[in-house]
């Protein structure tokens, strides 16, 4: 089973970029898919991104759209969330997550048993 280890998060102003890491080790990404999912005080976790490590599929939730960017360096085993223009309603515990879904379930949380430890992310003046 693949070890995910995030880093990045912190505190930024709105309209202002992050980056996020999320690094596999062991066997690393292959053959599975990777998505990033967050969670607001007092809310239900939420989907944001995801993307087969092979293939063409990359999903993003309609609330990052054109905003956000789930990218992958097979080099380091690495999947990097690029998040401009952050707003406040973004403000959130963001974790990256592994499993194989199957097309219907990519952006189901029930889909991936593969977790990260979670990031912290705050978008305020």
């Known amino acids: 089973q693949v070890q995910l280890v995030e880093s990045g998060g912190g505190l930024v102003q709105p309209g202002g970029s992050l980056k996020l890491s999320c690094t596999a080790s062991?066997?690393?990404?292959?053959?599975?898919?990777v998505a990033w999912f967050r969670q607001a005080p007092g809310k239900e976790r939420e989907f944001v991104a995801a993307?087969?490590?092979?293939?063409?599929?990359?999903v993003y939730s309609d609330s990052v759209k054109g905003r956000f960017s789930l990218s992958r360096d097979t080099a380091t085993n690495t999947a990097v969330l690029q998040m401009n223009n952050l707003q406040p309603e973004d403000t959130a515990t963001y974790s990256c997550?592994?499993?194989?879904?199957?097309?219907?379930?990519?952006?189901?949380?029930?889909?991936?048993?593969?977790w990260g430890q979670g990031t912290q992310v705050t978008v305020s003046s």
């Open positions: 062991g066997s690393g990404f292959g053959g599975y898919a």
């Open positions: 993307r087969r490590w092979t293939g063409g599929t990359l």
């Open positions: 997550a592994a499993g194989r879904p199957i097309l219907s379930t990519i952006r189901s949380e029930t889909a991936y048993y593969s």
